[in-house]
């Protein structure tokens, strides 16, 4: 379907739902915009999840959102149960705006909910020409390590640098070896998972996409990424005030509450140190990188965020493929 379309009936669907225009629009340019850069596992798959939780009053449509001004660099958000795309993007703009007026910029934001992509808000930052740290904690994933049950979520851990040219460098990965949003649509299409990223409720490996849920994923690096996601853990729900240590709600499946959802977002200008030698010096550490021999099992070394940057430039020029039971569900949403 053509993209401008397809956001169109996502912004009527999320007004539909009680959600204002303003908010409407931040959320469905959000969900529009991972299905171009290539996330589906973050995009329409996620619409109906969404919908419930606004339909149950779990994601607040009119919330009264409180910042907290604690410095000139440092605040600290109440989403008040928004959608969690409205909650991150109010405090990744107050991020950049505080780190421009002082150089470093800090937000805490608490009772947020899913956000989508570390990318999209680190993207922000690196537009402004500023150094970006994006973190989120989210639903029982990943059990800890010597563990067999889940506890810490996927949490990513995303920073983002200017590089002086037009891709920016963005490195935004989840703790778990894939993330949970494409365990989610494989169950939702019927599709196995790949061998060697979750276990079953019983600690055996599985490719079953359901299967895996009930279970654990298995973090990058065994108790580098169960610490990985600890760290996150910490920074956005002890040090926030959002909820942690495995008392997320899962956005599908928990309707007991709002998920109370933390993120914290840290903006600096790069320059901080070094000035403009910043950029010369960013420049030379890339180039370092690219001009290394190459390895016969790709065919060009990449620094992060360049497959997504160049996915979104071929994406935007097509129409998105929705698959038939993901578009049988944005129908039915459609004629509430
Ligand atoms: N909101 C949430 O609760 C939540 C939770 C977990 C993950 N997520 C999101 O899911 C996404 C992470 O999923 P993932 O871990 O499966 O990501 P991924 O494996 O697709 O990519 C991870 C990183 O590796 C980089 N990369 C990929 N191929 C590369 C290559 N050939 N050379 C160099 N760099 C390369 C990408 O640019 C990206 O920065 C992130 O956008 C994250 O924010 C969100």
Sequence with gaps: MNTQKLKKIINHVFIKHGLSNKHAKISSN???KAELVGAPSHGLARLKMYCNRIKKKLINCKPKIKIKKISQSISHIDANNAIGFVGADTGIKIAISNAKKTGFGMVGVKNSGHYGLSSFYAEQAVKKNLMVWCFTNAPPAIAPYGSTKALFGTNPVCFGAPTGNKIPFILDASASIINRGKIRRAEKLGQKIPAGVALDKNGKP??????????????IAEFKGSGLAWMVDIVSGVLTGANHGGKVKDPFDDLTGPQNVGHLFIVIKPGI???????????????????LPRSNMIKKILYPGENKYAKYKKNIKKSIEIPDNILQEMNKLNAI
């Design 206 to 219: 599985t490719t079953n996409a359901k299967k895996a849920l009930e279970g654990v994923q298995l973090p």
């Design 30 to 32: 959000y969900i529009i």
């Design 273 to 291: 140190f070094v000035g403009k030698n910043y950029l010369t010096q960013i420049k030379k550490n890339l180039k370092a990188v690219k001009r």
